[in-house]
């Protein structure tokens, strides 16, 4: 059972501006810096990074990881609560996905509290800011572990 956990990590539009983007919701720190310390805090994965603003890219990345790596954190951005696609391409694949926010998106827009992706999803992490990212790869190496 043991050996390095390969885990991809796919985030959707916008969250290239994590940082600059409202940091009274999203936080001041960009996400380049928040992987290096995630990357140090789980040396024993190997956690990829991917991110586009294009819901076609985020598919053909959930094909390819999907079948590559010990599982997935998705966080879709807006595709969240319109992408039946995302959702068949999560059924699609085998490595277990875990849907990702860094808001509480429940305590948002009203519009952002149905999720077209979670059912397809093994399970779903929000509200915790970037650390969201670090509850998921424990929730993956754990779910991998069984």
């Not at 860094?102 to 800011?129: D, L, P, T, Y």
Request: aromatic share 8%; charged share 20%.
């Amino acid at each position: 059972m043991g050996g390095m956990k390969k885990i991809q990590i796919i985030n959707g539009p916008n969250l290239n501006l994590l940082g600059k983007r409202e940091p009274t919701v999203y936080g001041s720190l960009g996400f380049d810096a928040y992987l290096e310390r995630l990357r140090s805090s789980f040396p024993d994965c190997d956690i990829r990074y991917f991110q586009s603003n294009s819901e076609g890219a985020l598919i053909d990345m959930i094909h390819k990881a999907g079948f590559e790596v010990d599982g997935i954190i998705l966080n879709a951005g807006a595709y969240t609560h319109t992408s039946v696609a995302l959702h068949d391409a999560i059924k699609a694949v085998e490595a277990p996905v875990i849907e990702v926010h860094i808001s509480n998106v429940h305590a948002r827009e009203a519009f952002r509290h149905k999720s077209m992706i979670s059912a397809a999803c093994k399970g779903v992490i929000a509200g915790f800011g970037l650390d969201s990212y670090r509850l998921a790869v424990e929730a993956l190496k754990n779910i991998t572990a069984q």
